[in-house]
């Protein structure tokens, strides 16, 4: 009787540190699924690459988040599905083509791409458990996205996505 004592309370305890933000994280909540992120250390070092990132942008009149109505109004339990695909997307597109000749950089997007994917993960394993459903709504904004994306040429877009941070960060931490 004892061990199942010292079992629950042992069990309890991490269960509580697993959800406890360590410092500079937050705990973000996409519909069911909950995820710890180091928004802080995000924010640092994306505040510090903006204005070099977005001066690479030589279209400033199209948005690949901004376009209207890709990330408003999105349903709560559509959340963590656009969420997943926008963390897929970055990881996969936007990281992967954001290379400057500027080495301190490229070591602050190197930090940010981990930290996504550290996120990314952790959202899969919502997707996983069930916790993370596609509804139609979340399906064709991301579509949206993808065209705007597209739209461009891969360079191009990729900074103009990294440049773009900050709205998918203020959107998340609205959430």
């Given at each position: 009787m004892k061990g199942s004592?010292?079992?629950?309370?042992?069990?309890?305890?991490?269960c509580w540190?697993?959800?406890?933000p360590t410092a500079g994280n937050k705990i973000l909540h996409f519909g069911a699924c909950r995820v710890s992120m180091s928004m802080t250390e995000i924010r640092a070092g994306f505040t510090a690459i903006k204005a070099n990132i977005q001066a690479r942008d030589p279209i400033r009149t199209l948005s690949i988040l901004s376009y209207p109505h890709s990330l408003?109004?999105?349903?709560?339990?559509?959340?963590?599905?656009?969420?997943r695909h926008l963390f897929d997307f970055y990881v996969d597109k936007v990281f992967k083509h954001c290379k400057?000749?500027?080495?301190?950089?490229?070591?602050?997007?190197?930090?940010?791409?981990?930290s996504f994917l550290s996120t990314?993960?952790?959202?899969?394993?919502?997707?996983?458990?069930?916790?993370?459903?596609?509804?139609?709504?979340?399906?064709?904004?991301?579509?949206?996205?993808?065209?705007?994306?597209?739209g461009l040429n891969v360079t191009s877009a990729a900074m103009k996505s990294l440049g773009e941070l900050d709205i998918l960060l203020d959107w998340m931490e609205k959430s």
């Open positions: 004592h010292l079992f629950l309370c042992l069990f309890s305890v991490s540190v697993d959800l406890t408003h109004k999105v349903n709560a339990s559509d959340r963590c599905c656009i969420t400057t000749e500027d080495s301190y950089v490229n070591r602050k997007i190197s930090s940010i791409a981990n990314k993960r952790k959202l899969g394993q919502c997707h996983e458990q069930n916790q993370c459903v596609c509804g139609q709504e979340s399906t064709e904004k991301f579509k949206q996205i993808l065209a705007n994306y597209e």
